[in-house]
């Protein structure tokens, strides 16, 4: 399910928490002592993708891609959903409006990856009660012809927080499918080195 929506800037900044997580076990993988635990559901995980398109930003040229006039943000949305809980997330499931509204969580992918390289984890997240956008940057992702463009980095904080408004809007919309699912006070921006950590400590209880 794909929506495209051109925004203004539709939220006041001071609308918005912005904090960072200060310790891993909000992220829903890990307990204090530092040891990982496997993640128990608490809901279903739902999918959609949200095209945003801010039209007050251009992307610039790279390698032979000509500058375009918008910045176009592709963002994966996983959230809590009603059904039977593990397995794989489901495209379009009936969000568990019942159980909401839930904190937002927005996820940058790294230099050279994309949102599915995280799937599991932001999957393990929903689970647990937040909604998960992850959009993919338009110069930096894996897909980018001729590689990615590191220099484009200081254009994602405005595309994080273009990508927030988005999603609250869709969660402020009557009868949408996001509808009254996020709560507007709580959005989380877990760092880089704090994904990292949670990502090889799975991996070392996997391979060992």
């Not at 204090?32 to 801010?54: E, H, L, N, Q």
């Not at 995280?118 to 993919?136: C, I, K, N, R």
């Not at 009868?175 to 090889?200: R, Y």
Request: hydrophobic share 40%; aromatic share 6%; glycine share 12%.
């Amino acid at each position: 399910m794909s929506r495209v929506r051109g925004l203004k800037c539709l939220l006041p900044a001071a609308a918005l928490v912005l904090g960072l997580v200060s310790s891993p076990l909000w992220l829903g993988s890990t307990v204090a002592s530092g040891a990982v635990r496997a993640v128990t559901p608490k809901y279903a995980v739902g999918m959609v993708t949200d095209t945003f398109v801010d039209p007050h930003r251009t992307t610039p040229a790279w390698n032979a891609s000509p500058e375009m006039p918008t910045r176009t943000l592709v963002t994966t949305i996983l959230y809590p959903a009603t059904g039977a809980t593990g397995g794989t997330p489901t495209s379009g499931a009936a969000p568990d409006k019942g159980a909401g509204p839930f904190p937002l969580i927005v996820f940058a992918h790294g230099l050279g990856g994309t949102p599915q390289d995280y799937l599991a984890l932001l999957t393990d997240w929903a689970s647990e009660g937040f909604v998960v956008a992850a959009p993919l940057f338009p110069l930096s992702n894996a897909n980018v012809s001729g590689g990615p463009d590191a220099g484009d980095v200081v254009n994602q904080p405005k595309d994080m927080s273009y990508v927030i408004d988005g999603v609250l809007l869709d969660s402020q919309t009557p009868n949408g499918s996001l509808s009254g699912l996020v709560d507007p006070e709580v959005t989380v921006m877990p760092t880089k080195g704090q994904v990292d950590d949670l990502l090889a400590r799975s991996n070392r209880k996997q391979t060992g």
